[in-house]
């Protein structure tokens, strides 16, 4: 699981968008920005998360906050993704998984008794300077809005 702590320096990440859009960090520059990670576009937990961020995004844009998800999907997969569910943020298709690895979200999970690698639901924010100001492990899918916003 991630090591970054509040207070410290954001990762310099860049990776490219379900629309093959560059992106970075420096892009967000005096932009408050949360980034979450999620482990598979299309899955029960990351589309009930996706969502309840997409039905408060008007809210997070209001306090001037820009969204950014992040998985290891390619940017076909984010696509379809961000299109049937219509989500008004960027989705990083991080195949090479150097940005999840660069915020220290992909590392051996287990499930039914597997152990494997793969990313951790992990959510940053990040103020304004690049500096995290929130990290959140313990996400709640469905009321993930309620987690960021308190």
Known sequence: ????????????FSGFDQDGKFRQLEDYAGKKLIVFFYPKANTPGCTAEA??????????QELGYELLGVSADSQKSQSKFRDKYKFPFPLLADEDKEVAKAFGVWGP??????????????TFI???????????????????TDQILS
């Open 1 to 12: 699981m991630t090591t970054l702590q509040t207070g410290e320096k954001a990762p310099d």
């Open 51 to 60: 969502c309840n961020l997409r039905d408060n995004y008007e809210r997070f």
């Open 109 to 122: 999970k287990k499930f039914m008794g597997r152990t494997y690698e793969g990313i951790h639901r992990v």
């Open 126 to 144: 990040i103020d304004e300077n690049g500096i995290i100001d929130k990290v959140i492990t313990d996400v709640k899918t469905k009321a993930h």
